[in-house]
Antibody, heavy 121, light 107 residues
Framework: EVQLVESGGGLVQPGKSVRLSCAASGFNFDGFAMHWVRQIPGKGLEWVSSISWVSDDLAYADSVKGRFTIFRDNPKHSLYLQMDNLRTEDTAFYYC??????????????WGRGTLVTVSS | DIQMTQSPSSLSASVGDRVTITCRASQSIGIFLNWYQQKPGEAPQFLIYGASSLKSGVPSRFSGSGSGTDFTLTISNVQPADFATYYCQQSYTAPTAFGQGTTLDIK
């Protein structure tokens, strides 16, 4: 069974940093692209960032480019999102999602339950 | 960037009804259109890809159609488990984008 478990969320001040983690199990982690998608509580879904299977292709939404960094550790079956210079508008649930291919596809096959990041002073 | 617009934003239905949700892309995306279902407090579930192909395990009462810029999600014989929010998403090009969501609730 595919499982994706996010962690690392919490309350953080504007301008500070936080690193999210996603622990994957139940599938061949290093055979698939992975993604981060966020959702402001009560609102819609917004794609954040994606990484290919061997990290040779990365993509970011314009809203986070230059502030967020996606990376992965295949031997540890883990995906990460380093979030720097946080803004109040980054407050959201952050979901880790599994792609369907090795390259950057946009089919989010399985999702974790999310972790809430609240940016507030 | 491609914008996705869903309608209606919300709708009410009774068990057994047939409901249709519409999604429109700001430019042609072929059949690169996905649908997701999200229940309160849960992660989204992938329902349909390629505009009309059901993911494994999705009940056959769900169907999708359309191409180009106009797409529909139809649920025939709505069941209690179907009351949720539905999102369309274009998978044609980066940046991928979701519609704003359509909430289906009980009449």
């Amino acid at each position: 069974e595919v499982q994706l478990v996010e962690s690392g969320g919490g309350l953080v001040q504007p301008g500070k940093s936080v690193r999210l983690s996603c622990a994957a199990s139940g599938f061949n982690f290093d055979g698939f692209a992975m993604h981060w998608v966020r959702q402001i509580p009560g609102k819609g879904l917004e794609w954040v960032s994606s990484i290919s299977w061997v990290s040779d292709d990365l993509a970011y939404a314009d809203s986070v480019k230059g502030r967020f960094t996606i990376f992965r550790d295949n031997p540890k079956h883990s995906l990460y999102l380093q979030m720097d210079n946080l803004r109040t508008e980054d407050t959201a649930f952050y979901y880790c999602a599994k792609g369907e291919t090795k390259g950057l596809d946009w089919n989010f096959e399985f999702w974790g339950r999310g972790t809430l990041v609240t940016v507030s002073s | 960037d491609i914008q996705m617009t869903q309608s209606p934003s919300s709708l009410s239905a009774s068990v057994g009804d047939r409901v249709t949700i519409t999604c429109r892309a700001s430019q042609s995306i072929g059949i690169f259109l996905n649908w997701y279902q999200q229940k309160p407090g849960e992660a989204p579930q992938f329902l349909i890809y390629g505009a009309s192909s059901l993911k494994s395990g999705v009940p056959s009462r769900f169907s999708g159609s359309g191409s180009g810029t106009d797409f529909t999600l139809t649920i025939s014989n709505v069941q209690p488990a179907d009351f949720a929010t539905y999102y369309c998403q274009q998978s044609y090009t980066a940046p991928t984008a979701f519609g704003q969501g359509t909430t289906l609730d009980i009449k």
